[in-house]
């Protein structure tokens, strides 16, 4: 529950009141034991701003949680994802880069789990800024666990890792034993911040666990990834607003899934007694060139009237093919994806007819 109000630095004194005070809200604070009522846990999400961070939050919400994300400051909104949980969630600004700033939040907020989402999360943009994403998705992590081994050692600590780990994978399908080789500097960084999760596990005896999720989708996703790329476009063309769309390698393949289903799993994990590293995928693998074909036919299209290769687009070392084995998670956690790829291809394309008629229909360039 939420009551607008001043912003204190103090949220350590406030929280002594019962309630905690941050960037214009004051939240009243969990019910305490022995009031009844059962103690309401606090999650705090990096990278909130994200596809997963606001599934996550949606997710947290639902269960009861009470729910801070940490985002970075920037210069126009970037709350879209977020916009529908702002009355429900608190946003404490902050950055991987800033040690400072991960320890103070973690002082004020005082979390039972924190979830490490924030990451420069695409693959071409690693090549052009190699260092910086080696800084925020790989150095961040460990920034954010020196910050947990300062200040709140006995928090739940989740890394969001990648199937991009595997690169030019050594065997298929992929499990939690599978040796990385990765082929880009965003997956070498992923590589760092999984093995140093693994490190403070066993070094400090953190209950820190790692998820290698395969990629996952939606309709919040970011319009940069091929599969967002294509159901943006299956729907413009249809709507009569675009002609064409750019691919590169349509015979990339990939264990696509649903980030809705996706966060569940991240949950699961730090319910556990022991933390683990897990796999977490839907076992199959399909082309984005399938995906061209479900989506466009879709709204009635044939992809190869639209679809245009442009080499620029390929990769300067490209992940053929990723392919996952989730049994750990099936076995452990109880977990299974449960939307298909042709119902996330679909639900993709409608969910971007649905946004561009809604542009078109306030006269914005959809
Ligand atoms: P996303 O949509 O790109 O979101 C990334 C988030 O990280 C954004 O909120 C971004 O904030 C934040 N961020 C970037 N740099 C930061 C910094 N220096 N300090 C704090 N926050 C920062 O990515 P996603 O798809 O939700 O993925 C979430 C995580 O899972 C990422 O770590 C990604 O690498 C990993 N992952 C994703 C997939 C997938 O298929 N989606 C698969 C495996 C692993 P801004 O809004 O300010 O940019
Ligand atoms: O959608 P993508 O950009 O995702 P990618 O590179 O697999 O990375 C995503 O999944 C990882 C998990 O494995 C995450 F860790 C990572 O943060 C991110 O979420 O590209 C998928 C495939 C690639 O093989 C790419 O070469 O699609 C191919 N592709 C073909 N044409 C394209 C395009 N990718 C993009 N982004 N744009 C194209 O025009």
Known sequence: MRIKGECSRSGLRARSANITACKGFTTL???????GHPRMKTALITGITGQDGSHLAEFLLEKGYRVVGMARRASVDHNERIAHLLDRIEVRQGDLLDQGSLVTILEDVA?????????MSFVPTSWAQPVLTGEFTGIGV????????AVKPDVRFYQASSSEMFGKVQESPQSEKTPFWPRSPYGVAKVYGHWITVNYRESYGIHASSGILFNHEGPRRGLEFVTRKISSAAARIKLGLQEKVSLGNLDARRDWGYAGD???AMWLMLQQDEPGDYVIATGEAHTVRDFCQIAFEHVGLNFEDHVV??????RPAEVDTLLGDATRARNVLGWQPEVSFG??????VDADVALQRRLVGRGGDA
């Open 29 to 35: 604070a969990a019910p305490r034991a022995g009031s």
């Open 111 to 119: 979390p039972d789990e924190l979830y490490n989402l924030g990451a």
């Open 142 to 149: 460990t920034r954010i666990l020196e910050a947990v081994r």
């Open 262 to 264: 996706y966060v569940r």
């Open 309 to 314: 290769l442009d080499p620029t687009l390929l």
């Open 343 to 348: 119902d996330l291809a679909r639900l993709m």
